[in-house]
């Protein structure tokens, strides 16, 4: 089988990378330094120990990372069938990766952008292959969430979504499809959420953990929001709402500025040990 | 051995929840409010705190429901090592 691309080692491409060599493709996984890999490795391989023991089914550590190489730069894809990249969302960061990824993978290889909220028709014109870029929107743990949303820019073909969907398909996802709108479905509705979540404690009319009892208790939800946010990255959920504010030029996306401080701050939630909790650093 | 080890983790449940009343037989999943998450959080600590590596085969949800729960896979783990 030939070899998915996977660029950006974060917390999502760790997700994707997981999927991916655990449903039995070959994944080369990019980042900008050997220490970054190196840590996306270990946490591929502590992941897949605890799978079983986080409802998923029983995983072998050293199979799946024998199926995964590492790479730094984007030109690491370049024998990519498909590239699936999850760099942060910021658009000078993702502009310039796929510059790279276009002038160095394939003219068949597909671009797979897997972000929360920029919208793939801008993405797919700085290449010049924007029949075969598509967006993907997987959700976080991605190994355990078994539905995504799938967005076609505006110039994306038939083909390509074919393609996409077969693999996502062999990943153990479904695909809902959304028209490509800044935000999609799913953070159009949760980073506001979110946002004004973190307005709440911000202004102490609740403590986070109040915010989320009534979510889970109330609304059923499995997690509340700001459980949510330290799980996603409350810089990444900072990133989105920006996005989403300058995209819009809507004054009801306005970032809440306990998360700018949070993110100056380093409590970027579970990665770094504390966010909106405390967890047990390791 | 097995006591200190219960209250060690009886600890570090109750300090991420201290909203609940927690005993060391209490099904902390079965509370509504703890999800999956913190089983991975529970085995870094008892493998950091013990200095043990759980084997996958002790990676089941039903090792970490409760202290006692806990701290009797510390004790098997823990005479494991001695014997080896």
């Keep these: 089988m030939s070899v998915i691309g996977v660029i950006g080692a974060g917390v999502m491409g760790v997700g994707v990378a997981q999927n991916l060599a655990s449903t039995g493709h070959d994944v080369v996984l990019v980042d900008k330094d050997e220490k970054t890999l190196a840590a996306a490795l270990a946490t591929i391989e502590r992941n897949s120990r605890m799978s079983r023991l986080m409802g998923g089914p029983a995983l072998d550590a050293d199979e799946i990372l024998s199926r995964i190489t590492t790479a730094v730069g984007a030109a690491g894809a370049a024998k990519a069938e498909i590239v699936i990249e999850n760099v942060t969302e910021n658009w000078d960061v993702k502009r310039e990766v796929y510059e790279t990824l276009d002038a160095e993978c394939g003219p068949d290889t597909v671009f797979v952008v897997n972000t929360s909220a920029i919208p793939i028709t801008k993405v797919a014109a700085v290449t010049g292959r924007p029949d075969k870029v598509v967006g993907v929107h997987f959700m976080n743990p991605v190994p355990a969430k078994p539905v995504v949303e799938l967005i076609p820019g505006f110039h994306t073909s038939p083909e390509t979504v074919e393609r996409t969907k077969d693999l996502l398909h062999a990943m153990g996802k479904k695909a809902v499809h959304v028209k490509d709108s800044c935000g999609f479905i799913s953070n159009r509705v949760l980073m506001l959420t979110v946002n004004e979540a973190a307005f709440l404690v911000h202004e102490g009319v609740a403590d986070a953990a109040s915010v989320d009892e009534v979510f889970r208790g109330c609304f059923g939800h499995p997690m509340g929001p700001l459980e949510t946010a330290d799980l996603i990255g409350v810089d990444t959920i900072l990133y989105s709402v920006e996005v989403l504010y300058e995209h819009y030029a809507d004054s009801k996306y306005r970032p809440c500025p306990l998360l700018k401080q949070m993110t100056d701050a380093g409590l970027h939630g579970r990665k770094s040990g504390r966010g909106f909790y405390t967890y047990d650093s390791n | ?84």
């Design chain 2, 1 to 84: 051995m097995s006591t200190t080890a219960k209250d060690q983790i009886l600890t570090f449940v109750r300090e991420r929840y201290p909203q609940a009343e927690i005993d060391a037989s209490q099904d902390i999943f079965a509370l509504g409010f703890v999800n999956s998450l913190f089983a991975m959080e529970l085995v870094m600590f008892v493998e950091k705190t013990f200095g043990i590596t759980i084997p996958n085969e002790e990676l089941r949800i039903d090792n970490f429901r409760t202290a006692d729960t806990m701290a009797s896979l510390v004790a098997r783990l823990s005479a494991d090592l001695a014997v080896a």
